[in-house]
């Protein structure tokens, strides 16, 4: 895939990017991650329904790695693959704190953050996801941490973007995991509170497979019933890889056309959509299914921009960078209190201390008593034909009022002009 995303770097206040990259297992850089200062477990989806972009997070926490290394402090990755498997994630995660590991980056979806508690829990482990949203698990004192607001500031920027698009209706669907329906049922009472008609959910299975057919035909005949495109009703859709088999397949339904699509964060800058041309031309076609990601503040763009080159990529992805700056917050808990990564609950106040004001690449990051992040900027991306190719840009921005404000403000630029 190749664009020019020069315009947009120059257009936006806040950025994050879409990548495809290989898997790299192990403890990254050649470090041994028994001789290592810190030990890091690394709970990543690199081969199921979120593989593209926890790959990206792979090489991202690896390059953390390398730059911890002019803070003196040698850290040992250990890279689990957890297949987007919420039972297999907590088996990794106990491999690990079986060979001694007390420290988490990952896992990335809600579903799998929240198998892994349990597991965390027992061990006074601590665990720091980069891109688990789900609400119901912003539990005060426990093992989770998250680099990402929930579901509601999500949600909040989302609902903000379909009322200025001035739409009267929203067809809402979903896979059925934790996340993506925690995600649902946060947009429906806001764009309620904001006079947009939520209609009867649709929800897939996590199982669900390839063929898309007969949801596409439901969510069709939900847009008619509704009242149509003509009449200011859109679709928002929550999921992970499997949403560009289901665009794919709403080409085959006439009720969906020309009707505006909106996307979760799991949707964002996905791979799947903008490299086959059935999910791409759709995509397009529906305003180019606008969806969050993690914003990079314009201060912090040229160290976002930094952090990619050395991966061998050209853009940031704000979640990855989430990732980063945990590994980072890590890194410098080590060195405030060289017991970190023991276990326990000194652990989890040594980062919430480390983290608190922390200036990382995706801004200034302030938690809740949960050990959540209270708010953050979106980009919003969506696919634009340009030049003859599908890609995403960023098309708009949400910024809140400050670190720890819940609500913000909505700015929308649209796709690049040829």
Same mark, same amino acid.
């Given at each position: ?44 989806d ?6 593209g ?14 730059d ?72 005060p ?44 049922s946060?947009?429906?009472?806001k ?18 497979g390839?063929?898309f ?30 949403v =560009?088999?289901?665009? /794919? $397949? *709403?080409n !085959? #339904? @006439? +009720? ?9 964060? &799991? ?12 999910? =791409?031309?759709?995509a /397009? $076609? *529906?305003? !180019? #299914? @606008? +969806? ?9 763009? &040229? ?16 979640? /990855?960078? *989430? ?22 609950v ?73």
């Open positions: 895939m190749k664009c020019d995303y020069r315009s947009v770097l120059c257009a936006l206040v806040s950025i994050s990017s879409l990548v495809l990259v290989g898997c790299n297992f192990g403890g990254g850089g050649g470090e041994d991650p028994v001789d290592a200062d810190l030990r890091i477990g690394a709970l990543l690199l081969s199921g329904d979120a593989s972009s926890d790959q990206f997070v792979e090489q991202v926490i690896f390059q953390a790695q390398e911890a290394k002019a803070l003196g402090v040698t850290l040992g990755i250990e890279v689990r693959d957890t297949g987007g498997s919420p039972t297999q994630a907590a088996q990794e995660m106990q491999a690990l704190i079986d060979k001694g590991v007390r420290v988490f980056v990952g896992p990335s979806s809600s579903s799998e953050a929240q198998a892994v508690l349990p597991v965390a829990n027992a061990a006074g482990a601590l665990v720091v996801s980069e891109s688990s949203t789900a609400q119901s698990l912003a539990i004192n426990d093992a989770l941490y998250r680099m990402c607001p929930t579901s509601l500031v999500e949600v909040q920027a989302t609902s903000d973007l379909i009322r200025e698009q001035g739409l009267r209706a929203i067809v809402t669907v979903n896979r059925s995991d934790v996340g993506n329906t925690e995600l649902v946060a947009l429906r009472p764009l309620s509170a904001a006079g947009i008609m939520p209609q009867p959910p649709i929800v897939y299975a996590t199982d669900h390839t063929d057919r007969g949801v596409a035909q439901s969510v069709g005949d939900a847009v008619a019933a509704a009242g149509g495109a003509s009449n200011g009703v859109g679709v928002y859709v929550a999921g992970f890889d499997e =560009a088999d289901l665009l /794919a $397949d *709403a !085959g #339904v @006439p +009720s969906l056309q020309g009707v505006p699509f909106f996307g979760s964060d &799991g949707v964002s800058q996905n791979p799947n959509i903008v490299t086959s041309a059935g999910p =791409a031309f759709f /397009a $076609d *529906a305003d !180019g #299914v @606008p +969806s969050p990601n993690l914003g990079i503040p314009a201060d912090k763009l &040229g160290e976002a921009q930094r952090i990619m080159s050395a991966t061998g990529q050209t853009m940031p992805d704000g979640f /990855a960078l *989430a990732a980063y700056d945990a590994v980072m917050i890590m890194a410098n808990a080590y060195i405030s209190d060289p017991s970190f990564g023991s276990g326990g000194q652990d989890r106040s040594a980062f919430a201390r480390t983290a608190n004001g922390y200036s990382g690449v995706t801004g200034t990051i302030q938690l809740n008593s949960a050990g959540d992040r209270i708010s953050s900027a979106y980009t919003f991306w969506a696919v634009c034909y340009q030049s003859g190719l599908h890609n995403w840009y960023g098309v708009g921005s949400w910024t809140p009022a400050s670190p720890a404000s819940t609500k913000g403000s909505i700015a929308v630029s649209g796709c690049p002009v040829s």
